[in-house]
């Protein structure tokens, strides 16, 4: 049996040290101050990664990746906690765990391990890591061009105009406009269909969990406006709040983007993936499988740009069918639904498409934009941020916009392969913490 306390403080070490490195705050109940580690819901003490004095002044200074790091700040930090040999224990932990549950240990011990060679790239105190080492890191497999063609296909049916770059997106512009989401409407909006992705994700989902998770609250979220980020919105899983008995209330917010153009039908394949049956509701169930003494503590931690994260995002590109109980979008009831989700699809094919045009091709910003316009057909205002502050990132360029269509098209192609008492369980962690090369193994 493994040393749980001990693992659990190497891995904490491990996470949290290379967050503080890359400015992140775990503890942060923003998007705009986490970063790397995405959730802190165990009632575990923080370790002294995240408690040591220097780590406040990188913190604040926003890590290796900011405008005007502090180098000393940092030197500081990691003269006082040894982040890389954190980093080699877990991994090394991982292996000597075996199984299924060392597997996914030792997988995120290798993710972690290029998140510090990207560091010591920034400080120039290593090489230039390899594009290819970085994706399959996040991912299990070697980086690729996203294929729009056949999304592309199907939107000119719905839309009935040709397939001709300039005439699809001009139809899609005019579609969006038509649809737009009124901003000081959203709230009202996804309440509204948080109740029904809740209804459907009851009558499609929740039947093949077990019965220890059926009470478990899927969408226990506030939706918040914020101005001027760099992201579309981000869902901030909290689960720090207990009720007097002690069990937790499985609280998250979502903060979206004020200056968003999104129609009314992407609205809803938003809710789903970042509510019900998406992210919360998965943050949720591994809390409760955590309490439940069913998911170790790195279960807890969730962790960005890592073959976790990746099936994470992959569920959640998923949900919307999942809640309507269908397996491809054609089978959505509502045409306005179907364009929506596919817009949704492209645009996870232009963050794949904008990491791989920026670094495995060297394109200039600008011409990235203009492909992610034209043959993604994103707004404006996504295009310029996935081709820039996203897509130019040294560690989100490179290992968490492929993440998104890797995890996609991995868990569209279990759920045609596999039954939902089989896949859905696998998805929602049930059989073990799995991620989006370990769940074959539970499949």
Aim: proline share 7%; charged share 25%; net charge negative.
């Amino acid at each position: 049996m493994p040393d749980e306390a001990k693992l659990a403080r190497t891995i904490a070490t491990a996470i949290l040290g290379i967050d503080t490195v890359w400015g992140g705050d775990v503890m942060s109940p923003s998007g705009t101050g986490r970063y790397i580690a995405d959730s802190w819901f165990s009632d575990e003490p923080l370790p002294d990664a995240y408690t040591h004095p220097a780590a406040a002044r990188v913190r604040e200074t926003g890590g290796v990746a900011a405008p005007s790091p502090d180098p000393a700040a940092i030197d500081a930090y990691l003269a006082a906690v040894d982040v890389p040999a954190a980093i080699d224990e877990v991994t090394a932990q991982g292996r000597a765990l075996g199984g299924l549950r060392g597997a996914f240990v030792a997988g995120q011990g290798e993710s972690l391990r290029v998140m510090w060679e990207l560091v010591e790239e920034l400080r120039g105190r290593g090489p230039k890591v390899p594009y290819e080492r970085c994706v399959v890191a996040s991912t299990g497999k070697p980086p690729e061009r996203s294929r729009p063609d056949e999304k592309r296909k199907l939107l000119a049916d719905l839309l009935r105009v040709p397939a001709e770059p300039q005439r699809l997106l001009a139809a899609v512009d005019a579609w969006r406009g038509e649809r737009l989401v009124p901003r000081k409407a959203l709230k009202l909006l996804a309440d509204g269909f948080i109740a029904q992705l809740e209804e459907g994700t009851r009558r499609h989902v929740v039947p093949y969990l077990p019965a220890s998770l059926h009470a478990v609250p899927r969408a226990n979220v506030e939706f918040v406006l914020i101005e001027n980020a760099w992201f579309s919105g981000s869902m901030n899983y909290l689960g720090r709040a207990r009720d007097p008995d002690g069990s937790p209330r499985y609280e998250a917010t979502y903060e979206i983007n004020a200056a968003l153009e999104i129609s009314i039908p992407e609205l809803v394949d938003l809710v789903s993936h970042e509510v019900v049956p998406g992210h919360v509701t998965n943050f949720a169930l591994a809390q409760a499988l955590y309490v439940q003494g069913k998911l170790g503590f790195e279960g807890t931690v969730l962790t960005m740009n890592t073959r976790g994260a990746a099936l994470s995002e992959g569920l959640a590109n998923n949900a919307i069918l999942m809640a309507f109980g269908v397996k491809e979008v054609a089978e959505l009831p509502d045409p306005d639904l179907q364009i929506g989700t596919l817009l949704a699809l492209l645009q996870d094919d232009a963050k794949n498409q904008a990491s791989w045009l920026t670094w495995e091709e060297g394109r200039p910003q600008d011409e990235v934009a203009r492909v992610l316009r034209g043959e993604y057909l994103v707004s404006e205002e996504r295009a310029g941020k996935l081709s820039g502050g996203w897509g130019r990132h040294p560690l989100n360029g490179r290992m968490y916009l492929p993440c998104y269509r890797a995890g996609t098209e991995k868990v569209a192609e279990l759920r045609r392969r596999h039954p939902p008492e089989k896949v859905i369980p696998a998805l929602y962690q049930v059989f073990g913490l799995v991620d989006v090369v370990t769940i074959d193994r539970v499949l």
